[in-house]
């Protein structure tokens, strides 16, 4: 056995304990008893398992243990050897089925009978239901817990997000274990988590149902005394493709990374990751020689992964000067969304990226980080800042050359595949280096308003933002449908807090003391408090605003935590002083994208991207219309 030392962290099930593992353990095995009787979110009992788990281990997860073992593997990847799998499904439970389950688990429930009455008929094979001892040794596990379990785990497990589109980042190896007449976690869940982990091995055992490992424990236990015994030293590398034939079901592996090892192709499950930017110099993100590492079906043979990818051929293009390459790596109806307008084809694209290197010949552009998620089956999206440095040394859309240097930050998100960028948001800090070359911000928005205008264009028209509705207060509840875990659902809320209810007291509880505030004119401050100002004099500029956040991504980082994405706009009005001037009363549309990287339950970086430029010329344009 690969790894023999690692111990099994054993995940029960809804109203199971640890003991519902023993029948199909192999003799010998070091395990750690989990225990998920006590939590409300899958977020916090998966903090709570890692609190308690070994420094690397093996996730063993029946049923709810192993959605939560997937919450794990989704906040603490380097740390898990492998997982099994059993009886799991990836999918989230369908809102319009919520208040049911809820119904179903009630305070007060009497957990034992609901087990032993009413979910009997669904836990076993038709064979077993008529087995009272193994009947009575599961409504024994649902009596021996806390009376309010029932409840509890019912709001963890509705609490889970739908784990398919994270599959392809678990690239450990992992045990699918399922019993072939399961109506709780049927086959097609099953076959979900298959097609998306990276690194899957899948054993189905037949005449068993959702409690297959204590309805045919020998079989469970050969399938995972063999998983275990193939395991590599480490756990890191793909395990050979193997067929099992257990009670009359040939099952094979659905190893993907073994099966593209084996064809000659990379996959995402070998040794080496995928690339961070923040701590490696520029010729390490644009290798020569590394092995791909990550499945880019329709990709040049040259990116050996999407950072890679995203790094490469933005410098081949602004740095090397092969504008043409917009060609392979855009399609001819990408849309780029920018602060200061929407470009519709790649000919604007091509064109706009030469005039912008005549007029800024020294400029280059250094990547500080990518944070990114998706596969090359249903697309990639990247979130790429760079901070570009550079001289006005040429004749241009900035007049007469300065001769001063200028740095500005951008952050470019990209939605790719194959090889094409198909949709593209670009929020650059333009405020920044017009002031520091020295020109007049004021003058220069209104040249830019002036022929918007003469050309047709019309001020953004704002409506009705929906934060408050009528005479009520904001919502209470931040809108997290598009979070793709529990972290990103728990950013999502403190946005909403914070810019929306307008709790800004709340910035002093999740930033750290230490903390690092990085926004638009190259501002640098540190300190929660100074945080919370520079917070509050964004929303002052236009105080009646909704916040609306329209993205987000997460990776784990290598410098510990998690770097989150988040795109964002902001409507509103004109109605507070800074430094747009005095208040006008027009319409104020933001876009904006900011990343955040936390640490412990706490923010210790946050680089803030949005254009007061834009800003400045949406005013100047309504003023001219006005006029």
Known sequence: ???????????????????????????????????????????????????????????????????????????????????????????????????ARRAQSAAGIDAAKLVGETLWSRYVHADRLADTALRDAVVAMARGCPADTAQRQTDLALSRVDQRPLLPGYTMPVLVLSGADDVVAPAET???????????????????????????????RQALASWLSDLPQGASSPIKQTTHIIGGIVTESSNKAAKAVEAGKPSQGADSAVLQVERRDFTQLVPEDRPRVQSMRGFDPCYTDIVDYIIRCTHRIWDERDVGLIYTHYTHNCVAYTTMGTMYDRETHIRDTIQRLVEFPDRRGMAQQVIWRGNDVDGFYTSHMTHGLGRHSQFGSWGKPTGRTFCTRTVAECMILENKIYKEWIVRDNMGPLIQIGLDPHVFAEGIARKKVENGESVFDLAENRRLLGQYPPETEADVSIAHNEGEAELLRWLHHIYNKRMFGLIRDIYAPTCQWHGPLMREISGPAAVLQQTMRLVALLPDCAFVPQHICSVESEEGGVKYAVRWTMDGHHLGYGSLGAPTGHPLHVMGITHFHVRDGKVVDEWAVYDELAMLVQLKMAALQAA
């Open 1 to 99: 056995m690969g790894d023999q030392g690692l111990p099994l962290l054993l995940l029960p099930g809804t109203l199971c304990d640890a003991s519902v593992f023993a029948p199909m353990l192999p003799p010998g095995t070091p395990v750690v008893p989990g225990d998920l009787t006590g939590y409300d979110g899958v977020g916090a009992a998966a903090e709570a398992m890692l609190d308690a788990a070994p420094p690397r281990f093996i996730a063993v997860g029946f049923s709810l243990g192993g959605i939560v073992a997937l919450e794990m593997a989704s906040r603490a990847p380097e740390r898990i050897a492998g997982m099994v799998l059993i009886a799991t499904t990836p999918r989230a439970v369908p809102v319009e089925d919520h208040a």
């Open 190 to 220: 099953q076959q979900d988590l298959v097609a998306g982990l990276p690194n899957a091995q899948a054993v189905t055992i037949a005449k068993a149902g959702h409690f297959v490992l204590i309805e045919k424990p020998e079989e469970c």
